[in-house]
């Protein structure tokens, strides 16, 4: 079992940057496939972005596309959020997600939260007008 811990929330303006990070306890962290979610009050857990074990392939919410970055490090087992040009709508708890995957194409990427086994605890982040 990997667990998850999630970094680097806060309080911003609109228009600022955060990074969000994910540490995971697994030493073969490059067999996990990662994504992150958010979820904001009231509402549902909504995909956010998502990386393949390789860290060849992503894929964004639209309402992300162009302002977020994931990336991922398997050396040091962890995975980042760039986070730029926040908009007070990016408030919420971000997740990190994980799922074990030594058999799946190292390009595989899935932005459905079903397909993951493994969730951090999240983060706050909350950008303001």
């Known amino acids: 079992q990997v667990l998850l811990v999630e970094s680097g929330g806060g309080s911003v303006q609109a228009g600022e940057s955060l990074r969000l990070s994910c540490t995971a306890s697994?030493?073969?962290?490059?067999?996990?496939?990662m994504a992150w979610f958010r979820q904001a009050p009231g509402k549902k857990r909504d995909f956010v972005a998502t990386i393949s074990r390789s860290g060849g392939t992503t894929d964004y919410a639209d309402s992300v596309k162009g302002r977020f970055t994931i990336s991922r490090d398997n050396a040091k087992a962890m995975v980042y959020l760039q986070m730029n040009s926040l908009k007070p709508e990016d408030t919420a708890v971000y997740y990190c997600?994980?799922?074990?995957?030594?058999?799946?194409?190292?390009?595989?990427?899935?932005?459905?939260?079903?397909?993951?086994?493994?969730w951090g605890q999240g983060t706050q982040v909350t950008v303001s007008s």
């Open positions: 997600a994980a799922d074990y995957r030594p058999r799946t194409g190292s390009w595989y990427i899935s932005g459905d939260p079903d397909e993951y086994e493994y």
């Open positions: 697994e030493r073969t962290f490059s067999s996990y496939l």
